[in-house]
């Protein structure tokens, strides 16, 4: 990916310099030629295109930005409500993570939204068990974040 992106700006100031312009305008519309030459020339590269990838982080953003105001408001509710009728618990996650770098953005990924928190990592790394403020069911919660930002980081990283 960062070569792509470094083949990008060479490809974008040798644009500027053929064009005899130093103008911001020049470069993006190098930038942007350049981008569609490493689009058609991508099978070349060892790595997928890196505009997919952008776009991929660009949505894990989103989906925790998401996942932080659903959750806020949840917790919310529970805080507000006059009888404290929570049902807390500790759950266990599989994951298909395999990274270490992928767990730590999982576990703070949880960890950074309110009422969700990473106890602990398994030695292996394969699981991952979370403390929940108010968990009705365990296997919805596991199918959320799975569903939610256990996909979206193996996008970002595959």
């Given at each position: 990916?960062?070569?792509?992106?470094?083949?990008?700006?060479?490809?974008?100031?040798?644009?500027?310099?053929?064009?005899?312009?130093?103008?911001?305008?020049?470069?993006?519309?190098?930038?942007?030629?350049?981008?569609?030459?490493?689009?058609?020339?991508?099978?070349?590269?060892?790595?997928?295109?890196?505009?997919?990838?952008?776009?991929?982080?660009?949505?894990?953003?989103?989906?925790?930005?998401?996942?932080?105001?659903?959750?806020?408001?949840?917790?919310?509710?529970?805080?507000?409500?006059?009888?404290?009728?929570?049902?807390?618990?500790?759950?266990?996650?599989?994951?298909?993570?395999?990274?270490?770098?992928?767990?730590?953005?999982?576990?703070?990924?949880?960890?950074?939204?309110?009422?969700?928190?990473?106890?602990?990592?398994?030695?292996?790394?394969?699981?991952?068990?979370?403390?929940?403020?108010?968990?009705?069911?365990?296997?919805?919660?596991?199918?959320?974040i799975r569903g939610s930002f256990e996909k979206a980081i193996m996008e970002v990283s595959r």
């Amino acid at each position: 990916m960062a070569f792509q992106i470094l083949l990008n700006f060479l490809l974008a100031f040798t644009w500027m310099f053929f064009e005899s312009s130093m103008e911001s305008s020049t470069f993006f519309i190098g930038y942007l030629l350049g981008m569609l030459v490493i689009f058609f020339m991508r099978r070349f590269f060892s790595s997928r295109f890196y505009v997919y990838r952008i776009f991929s982080i660009i949505k894990l953003i989103l989906i925790f930005l998401r996942e932080l105001i659903l959750s806020n408001l949840a917790v919310l509710k529970v805080v507000l409500r006059p009888k404290l009728d929570i049902r807390p618990g500790i759950f266990a996650m599989e994951t298909k993570l395999t990274s270490d770098w992928e767990i730590t953005l999982l576990a703070n990924l949880i960890t950074l939204t309110p009422g969700t928190l990473v106890v602990d990592v398994s030695p292996d790394n394969k699981t991952l068990y979370v403390h929940a403020v108010d968990i009705e069911d365990a296997e919805e919660a596991i199918e959320d974040i799975r569903g939610s930002f256990e996909k979206a980081i193996m996008e970002v990283s595959r």
